[in-house]
Each structure stands twice: as structure tokens, then as C-alpha cells.
């Protein structure tokens, strides 16, 4: 099988690490090569952050580069438009709808585009998104935003429902695992 | 068993299973979770050391009292750490020495793009460059064996990707703990001159004898394919960018012993192929290597020694083939990293900016300090270099400056590399003002422990260094402690320093706000009938705080309520 790719993208601190592990497990247990590569450091503070997963029968460069992604998993809906230029033709886009003013909006410098979402939409690119805060506050955590997105990106993916379960299994400590299978329910029927 | 393991994390289990007795490391992206994860083995001893040079002689210790051992840094450490390991390459070992250094090209979190090759080189030690996790633990584990073979320390050299990715890593047993005997030998461990000229030869002849090996050894890789077109030279992750650009196309000789390299297997991949391409990311060291050795290469004429590599560049420089994307219709806003909601180091950086003071800066999480809107630093330049280069700044501007110039370290940067260059302050006597941003924590790195912190690397109590002890020590009179919380108390204290007539330390305290044990306030609220849309507190910077339709807005799931916002409004309109 040819090579697929799948970008996390988010604010440092949004969560995508248990993201990028949930579906690093799924796709093991399909018995793909897998690499997934993300960096730590100065730029999870507050930054823009990056996580690449690639998977197939051999996985060689575990970077992404630009037109090579299938699908980009944002957190924050102007990240998913930052990182436009690297989905693939055909690709998909899963993202929150939740909006983070960066620094130089904050300070006036620069303007957050309005409906980010739309726009991405009228230039022909297939977007999937759901308000992922408010479902996952509708569970009683702001936190399992990264999970909710996991049930959406799911309806995607084409892996059976049990091998997800599984992953939030041993992925997810058990006194947190109810809340989140709920929150990845909420997320695969948004 | 295979696993999905981070790249550092491999390498500590190839130190668990290669026998490692022994682990002193210093933090620094993108190495730190090597030591991390070592902490995770009780069968292995490990500490966090104040800095490098210390971490590799405690390595070293070990390995000379027989034990195989490690020392852990990014690659700027390393140069913290030349002196031992130039010296290193002489003596030699007992127990195998196996010490990571890991480069950042790209510069995703560090000062500048060195390759740590040229150290290799320079000390004339081996070094070896794997390119997955797999590759990481079996390298590291037959470091330690190709260490006490060639009686050297071995560096192993790991990137950014390779050190922050996961693949796949199949799991042994732990084998070749058992302690060498230690024998007293003044010949190989006393560098005095005498021994040192016989140690130099033994150098020499020992690079020889590794570059030999390194023609028929399992680290360096020929890998024909029938129908290539052109051969490639490569070594790490430049061999997993070659390998998916180039595919089938191409055949290759991929190295992972990179110092030294060896001659004969280059010569006889090369002369298979009209058209030979070295790819290899950052400086161009095979590829002079090649041309001394009269081997016909092409590489930094179309490839860059700056920044990192990618299937996208090979692809594009060797084949043609340019990317098809598209891209987002408007101008999207940068996201740069920031300092976070809470941050203790916000309110004192603020006070900076306002009394407009050139501040010497060093690196951590405070070097964000530099950024607008706070824009309080003038320079950055190494650990350490806050203390010292202000005195040098104020011996060369005189007493005028002295009343306007404040040095900003971290607690952790403060004992890497600041006690020196504090008491250089003391010693030649500048009226020199220093503060010392104690955060209780190493921030940058991702929360290590460190001698102020009471806590040592595998989180158990340890003898915490008293700040303000240690700097009168050091020949400061004047110390004294601010809460960063507290801006007025802060601003006072730098005012009465910088105007005092002798050298000052103001230790700025207040644990990092993302640290477990610090308790939060709640939220802080806009009253919307007192705010008028000043934009008075945004020049605080703070992430939690923006200004909507003309009224400020507070983000209730980044606020700790530090209460910065709340001293900067005027108006009264930000509280509980
Ligand atoms: C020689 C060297 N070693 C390690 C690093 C990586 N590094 C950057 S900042 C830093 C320490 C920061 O800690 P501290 O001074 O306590 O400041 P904080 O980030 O907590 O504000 C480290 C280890 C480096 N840049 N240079």
C-alpha cells in the first residue's frame, strides 16, 4: 500500500499527543509501518504545533511536506488554514471550529480572516468540522476536545469502530475512559 | 516485541540493554527525553548534572572505574562539554562511553545550526548517525562495544526527527552490566605532557584502524538497485528523505559510522555510478571527504547547508518534480510561541520595558521576554552570557550604563553557566545589576529538576543550592528577593539597584505557573461597564487576554488569575 499521511495541528497545548498516539495505535494494530513524528520544545508554548503519522507497508521520511497530506486534523480553525498548502488534492480537512487569537491579533498587528471555515470550503476543499469544545464541555471536560475530533476524523479513516475503542482503552487512564468514549461518540456523529 | 518509540526513547533502551551503568546528562531540545527515559530504568544510576562539561566528566568517571556510561545534551552542549571530551579521546575508556549529542537542524529550538561533526572530527573520537528508532537503540547499544574496542568515547549523533519521531523498535535483554575491574594507570589517565605525546599517536593510529573497520562494518550500507541511474552517499535522516524521493531510482551507500570515514567503500560504491550525489543535511563533511580522496561527488552546489532537508528538496534538486498544492486565500496571522498565561516572568518583563533599560538576556523560557509587545532584551547569545557580557557591556560604556543595563537569567542557566560571570562581576568589580528569574523549575526544556529545585531527576528530595547564600558567596552584597506578581515591588527594586553603588542581585521567585503544585486562582472578569477599550492590558502580552468589540475579554480556559491585567487597568475593570 502506498504511503498515507495525516497532520495534527493545533496550539501548543490543545492535546494533540494523545491524538497523534490514538491513532499511531489504530493504525498498528492493522499491522502498517508507522512513524509519527512530532517537535517538542520552544514551540509548544503557545505556537503553532505540528504533529506528522504516516503509515503503509514501509514508512521512510517521517516528515510531511507540502501536497502530500490526506487528511489535516486541526484544533483551531485558522491552524487548519495555515496548513492548507499541505493537503494532498482530494484531501480532507477535520477541524474544530474553535478560534485562538494568536499574539499579533491580540496586539492589532494583524487580523483573524472571518469565516476561515467557509473560505476553505469555496476553494474546493473538502472540510469536516464540529464545535469540539462545546461537545466535549457538553461531557464535562474542555479537554477531551482532542478526543471528540478523534470520533470525527474516524467517519474518515475507514478502520472498524473496535480497534478505536480499543485504542482509548490503552491509551486513556480508566478513570478518564468513560468521558472519553463519550466524547469520541459525540465526535463520530457530529 | 516491537514498539512504537520515540527516537530518544530507543536510545535509552539501547542504553538499558548495551549495560549502562551510569547516566549524566544536561537538558536541551531535542535531546532531553533521552536522560528521561533512563530515569525509567532503576537499574541504571542517573542524574540531571548543572551543566555538560560536569555531566561528561561524571560519564567519564564512571567509564574509568569500569562501568559503561553516558552523558546526554543537544549540540550546543557540546561545546560546554569540549574540553573533557577533547581530552577524552586520549585517555580513552574502561567501560564503553556512549555520548548523545543531538543537532536541531531548522533551528526548531535552539540559537544556532552547528554540526556537531566537526566535533567529532576535531576530537578525534568516533561517531555514528542513525536515521530511525530502531536504528537508535541498536547503534547505541553496539556504541558501547565499538567503544571499548577502539578504547574511545563514541558520540552518537541524533537530529531533531530522528530524536522526535516514533517507529517501530523491536525489544531485547539487558546484557554487559558487569563492572571492568579498575586498575591505576597513570599513562593513559594522567594527561601530563610526557603521557600525552604517546597518547596522541595512539589517536592517530586508532582513527586509522576505525577508518578501516568502517569499510566492512554493519553500521555502512550498500544497497544496489538493478536499473538505478545514480548512486547517492548519505548518513541519517538524509537517508530516509533520499530514500522516498529517490526510491528505486537510485542506489546507496548509507553511512552510520560518520567519523571516521572510511575510503575504500566510498571509492568502490562511487565508481560504479557516471553520477554520484551526496546528501547530507547541514555541512558538507562526507562530501570533502570524498573530494580529498579524489572521488567525484555533486553536493552542496545544489544542496543547501542551511536549514533541514526534506523528500520535497531531493526530489526537486535531483529530479525535477516540484509539489502541486494549494493554498489559503487570505494572509493567515503568525502564531508565534508565547509566554504563558500566568507566567511569572511576564510581570517583571514588563517593568523592564517600561523603565526602558538594556537588558543582557540568556536563554530559556524568558528569552520570549524579547518579543513584542514586552520587547525587553537586547541580546541573546549562549547560557550563561547575560552575567558576563554586561559587565563587558559596562566596562566598555562606564558608569552611565551601569545605571540603565540589567542582566535577566533563569535559576537553571544560572547555575549551568552564571556563578562564573557573577563573580567575574564581583572579582573586577563592576557596579553590574543581575536578575536571577528563579521559576523553581528548568522551563524551556520541558520542567527539569536542577540544583535550586529540591528535587533531583527521578523526582525524589535532594539538597536544594540557597540563591541568595550562594551569590553573596560569590562576592554580592547586595541580594534581594522580589515576588514577579507584585510589579510595583519589582519596578522599586530595579530602580534602587540600578541607582545603588555596587554591584546587586535581585532574585525575581515565583514558580512557573504550569507546575503541578501551583495552585490557581480562579478566572479573572472584564466589568464591561468600567472598560473602555484602552488596550492598556494587552502590553502585558498575555495569551488569555484580548480586546473584542471594543471591551477587553478574558479566556477562561487559559486565565490562573496571576493578576497582572488587574495592576495594569487604570479603571478598575479586570478582577475576581
Ligand atoms: C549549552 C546549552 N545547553 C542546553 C541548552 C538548552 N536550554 C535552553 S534554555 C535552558 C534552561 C532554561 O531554564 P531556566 O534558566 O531555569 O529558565 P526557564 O526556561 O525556566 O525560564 C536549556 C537547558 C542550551 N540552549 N545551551
Given amino acids: 500500500m502506498e504511503t498515507k499521511s495525516i497532520m495534527i495541528v493545533g496550539v501548543g497545548g490543545q492535546g494533540s499527543l494523545l491524538a497523534s498516539r490514538l491513532i499511531g495505535n489504530v493504525l498498528l494494530s492493522q499491522g502498517f509501518d508507522v512513524k509519527v513524528s512530532e517537535v517538542h520544545g520552544m514551540s509548544q508554548r503557545g505556537g503553532s504545533v505540528v504533529t506528522y503519522v504516516k503509515y503503509g507497508d514501509k514508512v521512510y521520511s ?34 474544530s471550529t474553535q478560534q485562538l487569537d494568536p499574539m499579533p491579533v491580540i496586539q492589532g498587528v494583524m487580523q483573524y480572516p472571518e469565516d476561515v471555515i467557509g473560505k476553505m470550503k469555496a476553494q474546493g476543499i473538502d472540510v469536516l468540522s464540529c464545535d469540539a469544545l462545546s461537545l466535549a464541555l457538553s461531557v464535562g471536560n474542555a479537554k477531551a476536545s482532542n478526543v471528540v475530533l478523534m470520533g470525527l476524523v474516524s467517519t474518515k479513516m475507514g478502520f472498524e469502530d473496535k480497534y478505536w475503542q480499543q485504542a482509548l482503552e490503552s491509551c486513556v487512564p480508566p478513570k478518564f475512559l468513560e468521558l472519553n468514549k463519550k466524547a469520541f461518540e459525540l465526535g463520530k456523529n457530529a | 516485541m516491537k514498539k512504537l518509540m520515540l527516537g530518544n526513547e530507543a536510545f535509552a533502551r539501547g542504553l538499558y540493554e548495551g549495560g549502562c551503568k551510569v547516566a549524566s546528562s544536561y537538558p536541551g531540545t531535542p535531546s532531553t527525553e533521552v536522560t528521561e527515559e533512563v530515569a525509567k530504568y532503576d537499574e541504571i544510576y542517573s542524574e540531571w548534572a548543572p551543566n555538560e562539561k560536569v555531566a561528561l566528566e561524571v560519564a567519564l568517571g564512571a567509564s574509568i572505574a569500569g562501568a559503561r556510561a553516558f552523558c546526554g545534551m543537544k549540540h550546543v552542549g557540546l561545546n ?92 531485547c535483554e539487558r546484557q554487559g552490566d558487569e563492572l571492568k575491574a579498575y586498575e591505576k594507570n597513570a599513562a593513559k589517565y594522567v594527561t601530563l605532557p610526557a603521557n600525552a605525546r604517546k597518547l596522541h599517536v595512539t589517536v592517530e593510529e586508532r582513527l586509522e584502524k576505525a577508518a578501516q573497520y568502517g569499510n566492512d562494518c554493519p553500521f555502512n550500507k550498500v544497497e544496489i538497485n538493478e536499473g538505478a541511474q545514480f548512486g547517492v552517499i548519505t548518513s541519517g ?103 504563558c498565561a500566568g507566567c511569572p516572568h511576564r510581570g517583571l518583563f514588563y517593568c523592564l520595558s517600561k523603565l526602558k533599560v538594556t537588558v543582557t538576556g540568556d536563554i530559556g523560557c524568558y528569552t520570549l521576554g524579547a518579543a513584542a509587545p514586552l520587547s525587553a532584551m537586547d541580546t541573546t547569545i549562549c547560557m550563561g552570557a547575560s552575567i558576563s557580557a554586561l559587565h563587558g557591556f559596562n566596562k566598555a ?112 521567585r515565583r514558580p512557573c505557573a504550569l507546575l503541578k503544585y501551583v495552585q490557581h486562582k480562579p478566572a479573572l472578569k472584564v466589568n464591561e461597564d468600567k472598560c473602555v477599550g484602552c488596550k492598556m492590558c494587552l502590553k502585558i502580552g498575555c495569551p488569555a487576554l484580548s480586546v473584542h468589540n471594543g471591551k477587553a475579554v478574558i479566556d477562561a480556559t487559559q486565565c490562573v488569575g496571576c493578576g497582572i491585567c488587574t495592576d495594569m487597568c487604570k479603571l478598575g475593570a479586570i478582577g475576581e
Fill in chain 2, 397 to 508: 560604556r562606564g558608569e552611565e550604563s551601569e545605571r540603565k543595563s540589567v542582566a535577566v537569567i533563569g535559576d537553571s542557566t544560572f547555575m549551568h553557566s552564571g556563578m562564573t560571570g557573577l563573580v567575574n562581576i564581583a572579582y573586577n568589580d563592576s557596579n553590574s545589576t543581575v536578575i536571577i528569574l528563579d521559576n523553581s523549575i528548568t522551563g524551556m526544556t520541558g520542567h527539569q529538576q536542577n540544583p535550586t529545585t529540591g528535587k533531583n531527576l527521578k523526582g525524589d528530595p535532594a539538597y536544594a543550592v540557597n540563591l541568595e547564600a550562594l551569590c553573596h558567596a560569590l562576592g554580592i552584597n547586595r541580594v534581594r528577593v522580589v515576588d514577579p506578581y507584585n510589579m510595583k515591588e519589582c519596578e522599586e527594586a530595579i530602580k534602587e539597584e540600578l541607582a545603588a553603588d555596587e554591584a546587586s542581585v535581585i532574585i525575581s
Fill in chain 1, 62 to 95: 517521517p516528515v510531511i511536506e507540502k501536497g502530500e497530506a490526506d487528511i489535516i486534523i486541526s484544533f483551531e480553525a485558522l491552524e487548519a488554514a495555515r496548513w492548507v498548502s499541505y493537503l494532498k488534492k482530494g484531501g480532507h480537512i477535520v477541524t
Fill in chain 2, 80 to 171: 560546554v562539554a569540549a574540553d573533557p571530551l577533547y581530552t577524552a579521546g586520549y585517555t580513552g575508556v574502561n567501560g564503553g562511553l556512549v555520548i548523545c549529542v543531538a543537532d536541531d537542524p531548522g533551528m526548531h529550538s535552539s540559537q544556532n545550526e552547528q554540526d556537531s561533526r566537526h566535533h567529532a572530527i576535531a576530537s578525534k573520537v568516533l561517531m555514528l548517525e542513525p536515521s530511525d528508532s530502531d536504528e537508535v537503540k541498536e547503534f547505541v547499544k553496539q556504541g558501547f562495544e565499538l567503544s571499548e574496542k577502539f578504547d574511545t568515547p563514541v558520540i552518537v549523533r541524533m537530529t531533531t526527527r530522528v530524536a522526535h519521531s516514533q517507529s517501530a523498535v523491536e525489544l
Fill in chain 2, 237 to 339: 535522516i538524509a537517508y530516509q528523505y533520499s530514500r522516498e524521493a529517490l526510491g528505486d531510482k537510485a542506489s546507496y551507500l548509507k553511512l552510520g559510522l560518520v567519523n571516521p570515514l572510511p575510503v575504500d567503500i566510498i571509492r568502490d560504491f562511487a565508481e560504479k555510478y557516471e553520477t554520484v550525489y551526496v546528501i547530507e543535511e547541514l555541512d558538507d563533511i562526507i562530501e570533502t571527504h570524498c573530494r580529498k580522496n579524489g572521488i567525484k561527488v555533486i553536493g552542496k552546489e545544489i544542496f543547501s547547508k542551511i536549514g533541514e532537508l526534506s523528500q520535497t528538496i531531493i526530489a526537486e534538486k535531483i529530479l525535477g518534480k516540484t509539489p502541486e498544492f494549494d493554498t489559503f486565500s487570505e494572509p493567515v496571522p503568525v502564531r508565534p510561541p508565547v509566554m
